[in-house]
């Protein structure tokens, strides 16, 4: 919330953000196109907070994720505790999503080397992972990553980026 966000003060600046501005926004951060097969999913860049855990778990709800794609998910010690504790952490792993610990996936080498797209919903990792890793990125939504990852290629909810 704004109280939280600004510690009681008032922002310095404010900025609207078109539907433009997002389909832009898609644009410049993916390197392929919709409906490309994708070999990955990695998410938590920064690290994944146990709010976005709980969102993922429900995205998921108990579907399995294609045999064709790696999904890693990088988050805190701090974090997988509590995500362990509370049994989220083997439903994922049921699902077929690896949980990695304090560090991200473009930068230490935990992708399988193979050619295709990695999809994220992290601006940071998309416009860093290409040139780290030499790598296609595909930009999207959570929950257009978890259908992607499930469905095996990308898949979009058009909703969210109209301007294109």
């Known amino acids: 919330d704004r109280e939280t966000a600004f510690g009681g003060a008032e922002p310095s600046a404010t900025m609207d953000v078109s539907a433009e501005d997002l389909a832009d926004a898609l644009a410049r951060l993916s390197t392929v196109k919709d409906g490309a097969p994708i070999v990955a999913i990695s998410l938590g860049t920064p690290h994944f ?10 995205l ?28 989220w952490h083997d439903a994922l792993s049921a699902s077929g999503v690896s949980v990695v610990t304090d560090t991200c996936t473009y930068i230490t080498p935990i992708l399988t080397p193979r050619p295709g797209a990695v999809m994220t919903n992290s601006a940071k990792w998309a416009w860093y992972a290409p040139n780290n890793l030499g ?9 257009e990553c978890v259908e992607s990852a499930v469905s095996g290629e990308v898949w979009r909810d058009e909703s969210l980026w109209r301007g294109r």
């Open 49 to 58: 907070s146990l709010d976005e855990f709980e969102s993922l778990v429900a």
């Open 60 to 87: 998921l709800d108990g579907r399995r994720v294609s045999d064709r794609i790696e999904f890693f998910v990088s988050t805190g010690r701090r974090v997988l505790a509590e995500i362990d504790a509370r049994g």
């Open 135 to 143: 790598i296609e990125a595909v930009f999207g939504s959570l929950r």
